[in-house]
């Protein structure tokens, strides 16, 4: 008798152990969000080291190929974006910070002029979800094949 009572006062006591211990485990090396890096880390040294009069192999040399270029007239941009994302274990994303620097080229290939921008440089906007209306029936996938039979 005295190992029933024994087990009956152990047993919960173990479980409620066991399933501390276990959710101590989850919770120590793993997070709901995660930081990531996207695109180029943008460091202060390496945009301090980019100066008026610089060669486009120079900068190459120091940040690495462009994401992005565009030409103007007689000038040419490269774009490196970069962007800290938090990403909860959901999927869902939330910029923390965003920073897009511009280098600006001469015709000649010497750069002009640096910029830098961040979030509050940039406008928000929203998406309008109106369709444009189509002639005829929108019909679904399955309509559009028994229809056709």
């Known amino acids: 008798m005295p190992l029933r009572t024994a087990t009956r006062v152990l047993l919960p006591i173990t479980a409620a152990v066991l399933v501390g211990v276990t959710l101590s485990a989850c919770s120590s090396g793993m997070s709901l969000t995660q930081q990531r890096q996207r695109g180029y880390s943008i460091s202060d040294d390496a945009v301090q080291q980019i100066r008026v009069g610089q060669s486009t192999a120079l900068v190459t040399a120091v940040l690495g190929s462009p994401q992005i270029t565009n030409s103007f007239q007689n000038e040419n941009a490269w774009y490196y974006l970069g962007e800290k ?23 000649k ?10 979030i509050k440089d940039g ?4 998406i309008d979800s109106r369709r444009t209306p189509s002639y005829g029936q929108d019909r679904t996938f399955i309509e559009s094949i028994i229809s056709s039979i």
């Open 85 to 107: 994302v938090s990403q909860t274990a959901f999927g869902m994303e939330l910029s923390k910070e965003r920073t897009l620097l511009v280098i600006y080229f001469d015709k």
């Open 109 to 118: 290939g010497k750069v002009v002029d640096t910029e830098r921008l961040g």
């Open 123 to 126: 406008k928000s906007f929203t």
